[in-house]
């Protein structure tokens, strides 16, 4: 056998560590080969000192603080372990307390908004109650009928829409209007002018109307000239003054004096 | 209905008391197995680290991670190789931690590397074959560097190392004998 195919077993020999005994084969040849012997201490010096710093590494000195520290650590979470038990205990019946409280809180809370809605929806609509009472018609006045004039400008919108709207003039009325107990404002009105009001809402609805006609579409059709009969204005008749009257002769001599 | 209450309320405090002592007893038992593992744990974040402050550290962390789960441990006997496990896992983390943040601040350095100055600590402890043995440890497989560093520690033999990691002792002597040789290849 040639010395290249002992120097692998040598290596690994060496590599075993220094307890492992060469085979007798090897050990002959370490006897025969002196290159084969060097090559082999070197091997086991380079993994002596290997191991001697591995040890040297390995097994330093461990620190004085080191196990009162841990001991320490240990107490500390020996003490800290103990008040979170505790606190858990205690804080366990709070928690529910807490519980109860908040769902108790909530509950309430929800009943609130049930009823609430329910006032809402219970509530009558506005009437289409006339705005105005109508006073006793006076020959001289319009035959119209005063109605809540937002109420008749405002015909397609929905009860919901027009009751907000109530509330917005509630409001703002407060000072010359009483709510009555359905929530419906009724205006007073100083003596003997309900037909300026009833005048004023009727104009205030053919404003708002007027549009609405203006967009309502029309037959176009062929209209005629407006044909006017031609005024015919009678003679004037002129009189003389005449005496004046007892009343008027007085005023004079007052005017006099 | 009192009497019922009143029995209730013993038996609490009877469980309350088993399980006081039961904690009292595991606490005293893990403090009796930590005076005889506490070093080899510290050793082993040192194996790996070789920085004692940070060894100290890991060895410290891994300590109170055994102690909070030492009543799930269900065979006492393996505390010890169990402790060591935990140890060498968090010191490799550790260090791989330690590692990329070194490497992060490297590649965020000036382009012009350089090394960084010896420290009195590096001056007086470290020679040129030894950072070279230390830099071929970590280029171990972590098993073969385990079976390495826990047979050069306090000189556990073969069986005890066997014994300390539960594998076999052939498995051991191979994973040693690999080791050793790598190391000397690169040492050559």
């Given at each position: 056998m040639t010395c290249n195919h002992y120097k692998q077993a040598l290596l690994e020999l060496a590599a075993s560590g220094p307890e492992t005994k060469p085979g007798p084969k090897l050990q002959a040849h370490l006897q025969a080969c002196t290159s084969c012997r060097g090559a082999f201490e070197n091997e086991r010096r380079l993994f002596a000192s290997l191991d001697s710093c591995l040890r040297a590494s390995a097994n330093c000195e461990i620190p004085s603080s080191f196990s009162p520290t841990i001991r320490a650590r240990i107490q500390q979470e020996v003490q800290q372990e103990v008040p979170q038990e505790s606190s858990a205990m205690r804080g366990s019946g709070r928690a529910t307390d807490r519980l109860v409280w908040v769902s108790a809180l909530a509950a309430a809370a929800i009943l609130l908004l049930i009823v609430a809605r329910l006032d809402l929806r219970l509530k009558p609509q506005p009437?289409?109650?006339?705005?105005v009472t109508q006073p006793?018609?006076?020959?001289?006045?319009?035959?119209t009928t005063a109605t809540n004039p937002l109420q008749d400008a405002h015909p397609q919108i929905a009860p919901a829409t027009r009751k907000r709207f109530a509330v917005k003039i509630s409001t703002t009325l407060n000072k010359h209007s009483v709510l009555t107990g359905r929530g419906e404002p009724e205006i007073l009105v100083p003596p003997n002018q309900e037909i300026l009001l009833a005048r004023y809402a009727d104009r205030w609805r053919r404003r708002h109307q007027s549009p609405s006609l203006l967009l309502t579409e029309t037959e176009p059709t062929q209209t005629d000239p407006l044909q006017v009969p031609l005024i015919q204005i009678a003679e004037l008749d002129v009189k003389p003054l005449g005496p004046l009257a007892p009343d008027q002769e007085s005023d004079q001599e007052y005017d006099q004096k | 209905m009192q009497e019922l209450v009143l029995i209730q309320l013993g038996r609490t405090g009877e469980t309350d008391l088993q399980r006081g002592a039961t904690e009292a007893a595991l606490r005293r038992e893990f403090e009796e197995r930590l005076a005889e593992c506490g070093p080899l744990a510290f050793r082993v974040a040192r194996g790996v680290l070789r920085n004692t402050a940070d060894a100290e550290d890991v060895a410290q962390d891994a300590i109170l991670r055994a102690y909070h789960r030492f009543d799930k441990l269900?065979?006492?006997?393996?505390f010890k190789a169990w402790l060591v496990r935990i140890t060498f896992r968090l010191a490799l983390d550790r260090a791989k931690s330690f590692n990329r943040r070194q490497h992060r601040e490297t590649l965020w350095s000036h382009s012009e590397r350089k090394l960084a100055p010896p420290t009195a600590e590096d001056l007086a402890a470290a020679n040129q074959f030894r950072s070279r043995v230390d830099r071929a440890v970590d280029e171990l497989p972590e098993k073969q560097r385990l079976v390495l560093l826990l047979s050069a520690i306090e000189g556990h033999s073969l069986e005890e190392v066997a014994a300390l990691l539960n594998i076999p002792m052939g498995t051991v002597k191979s994973r040693l004998f690999f080791a050793r040789k790598q190391l000397a290849e690169k040492l050559r």
């Open positions: 009437t289409e109650e006339p705005f006793a018609q006076s020959p001289s006045a319009p035959q | 269900r065979d006492r006997g393996r």
